[in-house]
């Protein structure tokens, strides 16, 4: 069962990796006002949202505690990462506050995954 917990694990940072990365490709262009969000942001944070539940339930059927309140509070930062980004995926630019408030919901989810034992 370890395996399968670090396997996933591994896929829910490469698709963190993808989130940010494709808001550090882009921040250039926000300085601009022409920053958009690319499609590898919206598949990173999918991939985020599923390898997270499957997380949670190997950690479950593994008997390891999960803290419900971290995960529920990365739960709702994905969320509206998800939702700015799906909603605003096929716009050729967005809002400078809207582009932050990705950036920062994503830095603020990995933040937390790190800092929160």
Known sequence: MDVLIHLFVGLHIVGIAALLG????????????????????????LTMLVTGVVLVGLN?????????????IKLALLIVILGLVYVK????TVEKPL???VG?????????AVLWT
Request: aromatic residues 8%; charged residues 15%; glycine residues 14%.
């Open 99 to 101: 582009f932050g408030l």
């Open 89 to 92: 995926r096929d716009e050729e």
């Open 60 to 72: 479950q059927a593994d008997h390891h505690s999960v803290n419900t309140i971290k995960i529920g």
């Open 22 to 45: 494709g808001f550090l490709t882009q921040m250039k262009a926000m300085g601009q006002g022409t920053a958009r969000f690319v499609p590898g942001m919206l598949h990173g944070a």
């Open 104 to 112: 920062a919901a994503t830095l603020a989810n990995i933040f937390i």
